[in-house]
C-alpha cells in the first residue's frame, strides 16, 4: 500500500478538520502518499481527487467542519457510478480509503468493497453519537460544549424574565444531545424520541414547584419528538401558566472550533485507522469503548443503536 485516502461522508463535525491534519502527517510517517477526496462520494465519482500535503493542512485544526467537504450521493447507489469511482482511484493508484463518518458511509464503502477490492477504515464521526459499538463518535464532544454555552445562556434570561425555555436540540432518530444535555444542566424536563411520554404526568408536579417558589423551567427536547417546540411551549404557558419562549439551537451544534478532547480523539482515530489498513485489515470501523479501542466489522456498527438505559433511567 503506497497511496491512501481519506473522505468526509454525510453530516459534517468539528474535529474532522484536526482528523485530516494528522492523516497527512501519519501517512507521511509511515511512508505513504495520502489523497483527499473532496465532498465525499460526489467527489470519488467526479475524479475530484488530490495528493495532500501539509500546506493543505496548515492552520485547520482549530476549524470546525470540513475542508475537503461532505456530501450525500444518491448516484454512488448505482454500480455503474460506483464503477467510474473505482476507476478513479485506479488511475491514482489508491487502494485504501479512511473515512469519517456515519453507519450510511460505512455501509457504502463495505459495497464498494465487494464490488472492487477497495480496503477501508471507517471513523465514526457524528454529533448525535449514534453508532451502534462505539461509546464516542468524532464530534459530539465540542457539539456538547456548545449547547452547554448556550444552555447556561438562556439559563440567565430564563431566570431574569421568570419565563420557560423550552430549547431543541439535534437528533431526528436519536436523543443522545439532548439526554446529555438535560443530564448535566439540570433542566426540568427531558423529552427525546427513545421514551414515550404525556405532558400530564407532568403538569402536577410543575405547578407544585411554582407554588414552592420555582419561577422559571428548563426544558430539553430533540427535534425528532412527536409534538414541535412550539406544542411545548404552548403547554407552559396554558397549563403551567408560565410565559415561554423556543430556542432552536439548529445546525450551530455541528460547528465551533474543535474541542481539545475531539482534536486529541482525531489524532488517536487516524492512528488506528491507518494502522488496520497497514496490519492487513481490508475493511473494519475503529470503535471506542471503556476497553479501549477496537476494531468492528460492518455489521456490527450498523445494527440498531440504543442509548445507554443506566442514563436513561435517570430522566
Known amino acids: 500500500m503506497k497511496n491512501i485516502a481519506i473522505m468526509c461522508s454525510g453530516?459534517?463535525?468539528?474535529?474532522?478538520?484536526?482528523?485530516?491534519?494528522?492523516?497527512?502527517?501519519?501517512?507521511?510517517?509511515?511512508?505513504?502518499?495520502?489523497?483527499?477526496?473532496?465532498?465525499?462520494?460526489?467527489?470519488?465519482?467526479?475524479?475530484?481527487i488530490y495528493e495532500a500535503t501539509y500546506k493543505d493542512v496548515a492552520g485547520i485544526i482549530t476549524r470546525g467542519g470540513t475542508k475537503i467537504g461532505s456530501s450525500r450521493s444518491k448516484r454512488f447507489l448505482d454500480y455503474k457510478y460506483r464503477e467510474i469511482a473505482k476507476n478513479n482511484l485506479?488511475?491514482?493508484?489508491?487502494?485504501?480509503?479512511?473515512?469519517?463518518?456515519?453507519?450510511?458511509?460505512?455501509?457504502?464503502?463495505?459495497?464498494?468493497?465487494?464490488?472492487?477490492?477497495?480496503?477501508?477504515?471507517?471513523?465514526?464521526?457524528?454529533?448525535?453519537?449514534?453508532?451502534?459499538?462505539?461509546?464516542?463518535?468524532?464530534?459530539?464532544?465540542?457539539?456538547?460544549?456548545?449547547?452547554k454555552t448556550s444552555i447556561d445562556a438562556i439559563r440567565d434570561t430564563a431566570s431574569s424574565f421568570r419565563r420557560a425555555f423550552v430549547v431543541e436540540t439535534m437528533g431526528r432518530d436519536c436523543g443522545y444531545l439532548a439526554m446529555i444535555t438535560a443530564l448535566t444542566s439540570g433542566a426540568e424536563m427531558c423529552l427525546?424520541?427513545?421514551?414515550?411520554?404525556?405532558?400530564?404526568?407532568?403538569?402536577?408536579?410543575?405547578?407544585?414547584?411554582?407554588?414552592?417558589g420555582r419561577d422559571y423551567f428548563l426544558a430539553i427536547v430533540a427535534e425528532g419528538i412527536k409534538e414541535d417546540s412550539s406544542e411545548i411551549s404552548k403547554w407552559f404557558e396554558e397549563k403551567i401558566g408560565m410565559e415561554s419562549r423556543v430556542s432552536v439551537l439548529g445546525h450551530i451544534q455541528r460547528g465551533g472550533n474543535?474541542?481539545?478532547?475531539?482534536?486529541?480523539?482525531?489524532?488517536?482515530?487516524?492512528?488506528q485507522a491507518v494502522d488496520a489498513l497497514l496490519n492487513g485489515r481490508d475493511e473494519s470501523i475503529v470503535c471506542y469503548t471503556q476497553k479501549g479501542f477496537e476494531y468492528k466489522s460492518i455489521d456490527e456498527v450498523t445494527k440498531p443503536y440504543k442509548l445507554d438505559t443506566s442514563l436513561l433511567n435517570t430522566l
Open 192 to 212: 427525546i424520541p427513545e421514551i414515550e411520554y404525556n405532558l400530564d404526568d407532568y403538569e402536577a408536579k410543575f405547578k407544585e414547584d411554582v407554588k414552592n
Open 258 to 271: 474543535p474541542s481539545i478532547y475531539d482534536r486529541l480523539m482525531a489524532y488517536k482515530f487516524v492512528n
Open 11 to 48: 453530516g459534517d463535525v468539528s474535529g474532522m478538520n484536526p482528523a485530516l491534519k494528522h492523516f497527512v502527517e501519519y501517512a507521511k510517517k509511515n511512508n505513504l502518499i495520502p489523497y483527499f477526496v473532496n465532498k465525499g462520494y460526489e467527489g470519488l465519482i467526479d475524479n475530484d
Open 90 to 147: 485506479d488511475a491514482l493508484n489508491i487502494d485504501s480509503i479512511v473515512v469519517l463518518g456515519g453507519d450510511g458511509s460505512f455501509r457504502g464503502l463495505h459495497q464498494f468493497y465487494k464490488d472492487f477490492g477497495v480496503r477501508f477504515s471507517g471513523i465514526p464521526s457524528t454529533i448525535d453519537n449514534d453508532i451502534h459499538g462505539t461509546d464516542y463518535c468524532l464530534g459530539v464532544d465540542t457539539a456538547l460544549n456548545i449547547i
